[in-house]
């Protein structure tokens, strides 16, 4: 049968991006969608089309409506994506109704579920969740939420039954759906019983587990190590392996055991986590694919925070810190940093207490805290590894070879982090490229959020002391310690200056009084050479005198967003 066709329009495409460092763009694209794909092609005047992407509806698994807040950077403001093939198509149409029909057009497909059901999505709160800003919700453990934006990796929008929204973080949630279980830790999708057998009696814990595909297509089996002795007829008596099966109507449809029924298999997991409820054992330890087990779902005595100084593996020095000492370290099958705490260096208790808080801040943009080791002394805090080190050195190094595109990215991903932070009420009070790290993939993180309340050393903390970041700081915290995201603004304006300026130090001669006259004077660092005018002009809006007339870090990103569309 020849495809027949739907649908034809303009419509504008994001950039897939293929390398982390290059900036998001958006292509208008010419798109038809028949009866079995959909194509986009260039279209030029005067040009033949070129047809740069085709996908076969049948590999299509979602087309869902995008909810965000964000600015949508072009004049189609109707965003939507379609998941196919592990990947996502992110359109943006020039209408509703243009995208409620592709939405329609493309529902044959029986593989795409979203697409019958309601247009919402659904999560199931995995635990309970207790708001730290007036941006978040509320969660409670099992009860079901709309999901309305899931823009950002970290912190998902959802409503509540009662019609309140708010943001909560995705790692406690899982969605609602049938069979999209590619990204839970459990599911090995391609481990055979023997394979399963292996690593799950290598492991030996009680309740180490893993699903994996059941020869028969399309069925789904959890294989359970347990040390309670079984059936000696089984060739390995530690592992049993349970079908997922589904009633043949009605919903839900997914059990296990006994007939206690599920809409979705995540959520079967997830009650068999914490309910034998027919099982040999319930389902403690997730193993991944690669063998080990990962973290356990932490029951509630248990301290999220507080590392098992058993855990960790302390390697090689990567670098020394106003703290103290930063080692490479192992924790969990994870390459982590160890940051040791000299003890005169911070005050502990309090520290112990906002480690907590600083443990839920948790973003892209952001270096990781993983927990802290309180156990032993010194204190080690336990960080995600960032294998290019500083931001300040980076840019050092790199002096000459930093692209436009380069310099503008890292200012982004800092904007980025901080509007996560003024959104969650959390002032950064040290902001400077000293204090930023760069992953492997160049991705640069904040780090030290927050760190400077625990410091205990005055010459640090007064401002008229020798250690206090005057060149980093605003008037007001210079004046009476008033700190604000708006002093954290000033401070990221010089980040700015750092960056384009290959990390040269601002007011590289001057002492620290010498450049409290001249702010006071309303001087301001120079425009570096290398710093675009539309650049220079927003170092000089985090300068204002007064904290009101700067912008706020939502809006800095959303103008360095739309330099990176140019
Ligand atoms: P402090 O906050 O105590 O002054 P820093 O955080 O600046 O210490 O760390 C000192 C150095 O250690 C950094 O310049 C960097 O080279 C290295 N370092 C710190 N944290 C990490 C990390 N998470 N991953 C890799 N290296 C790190």
Not at 268 to 292: C, M
Not at 293 to 321: H, K
Not at 337 to 349: F, R
Request: glycine residues 4%.
């Amino acid at each position: 049968m020849f495809p027949r066709v739907i649908l034809n329009g303009t419509m504008i495409k994001k950039s897939q991006q293929k390398k982390i460092t290059s900036p998001c763009n958006y292509k208008e694209r010419f798109f038809v969608l028949d009866t079995q794909e959909l194509m986009y092609s260039e279209c030029r005047p005067g040009k033949k089309p070129v047809l740069k992407g085709c996908i076969r509806l049948c590999s299509i698994e979602c087309v869902e409506i995008v909810f965000t807040d964000l600015p949508i950077p072009c004049s189609f403001k109707y965003p939507f994506q379609v998941f196919h093939d592990n990947h996502f198509l992110y359109i943006f149409a020039p209408d509703n109704d243009c995208r409620l029909s592709l939405k329609k057009a493309t529902s044959w497909n029986p593989r795409c579920r979203e697409l019958h059901g309601a247009l919402q999505k659904t999560v199931i709160a995995l635990q309970n969740y207790t708001p730290l800003t007036n941006k978040e919700l509320a969660l409670q453990k099992d009860k079901v939420y709309t999901l309305v934006d899931t823009f950002h990796p970290d912190w998902w929008k959802v409503q509540d039954k009662m019609g309140n929204t708010g943001l909560v973080p995705s790692t406690h949630v899982i969605e609602n759906s049938g069979n999209n279980f590619e990204r839970f830790e459990w599911y090995s999708k391609n481990m055979t019983r023997e394979e399963a057998e292996d690593i799950l009696i290598k492991e030996a814990k009680e309740g180490a587990f893993m699903v994996r595909n059941s020869r028969q297509t399309g069925v789904y089996t959890v294989s359970v190590f347990t040390k309670a002795s079984s059936s000696n007829r089984e060739k390995n008596p530690g592992v049993k392996h349970y079908q997922i099966r589904q009633t043949k109507t009605g919903e839900p449809t997914f059990y296990l055991a006994e007939k206690y029924l599920f809409h979705s298999i995540p959520e079967l997991i997830h009650y068999h986590q914490h309910n034998a409820a027919g099982l040999i054992t319930r389902l403690r330890h997730p193993v991944t694919q690669a063998g080990g087990c990962s973290q356990a779902i932490a029951g509630p005595s248990q301290d999220e925070w507080e590392v098992d100084p058993e855990e960790l593996d302390f390697g090689q020095e990567v670098g020394r810190g106003q703290f103290g000492l930063v080692l490479q370290g192992r924790w969990r099958e994870k390459k982590v940093a160890l940051k040791i705490i000299k003890q005169e260096c911070m005050s502990n208790e309090e520290f112990k207490e906002e480690a907590r808080i600083m443990m839920r801040l948790c973003h892209s943009k952001l270096v990781q805290l993983y927990g802290v080791c309180t156990q032993r002394s010194p204190m080690c805090l336990v960080l995600e590894f960032m294998d290019n080190g500083c931001l300040s050195d980076y840019l050092r190094n790199k002096k000459g070879a930093l692209s436009q595109n380069a310099m503008l990215e890292m200012c982004l991903n800092v904007s980025e982090g901080m509007a996560y932070l003024e959104m969650s009420n959390f002032i950064h009070r040290d902001l400077a490229a000293r204090n930023c790290l760069v992953s492997k993939e160049y991705v640069v993180k904040l780090s030290d959020f927050g760190m400077t309340r625990y410091v205990l050393d005055d010459q640090y903390t007064s401002s008229l002391c020798s250690k206090f970041p005057v060149k980093w700081s605003a008037p007001e915290v210079i004046r009476y310690c008033k700190f604000s995201s708006k002093s954290d603004i000033w401070s990221f304006g010089v980040l700015m200056w750092e960056v384009y300026t290959e990390g040269r130090i601002p007011y590289e001669n001057r002492t620290n009084a010498e450049v409290v006259e001249s702010l006071n004077a309303g001087m301001r660092l120079l425009k570096p050479k290398l710093a675009p005018e539309s650049v220079s002009m927003l170092m000089e809006w985090c300068w204002k005198e007064k904290p009101v007339d700067r912008p706020s870090f939502a809006l800095l990103l959303h103008e360095l967003s739309s330099l990176s569309y140019l």
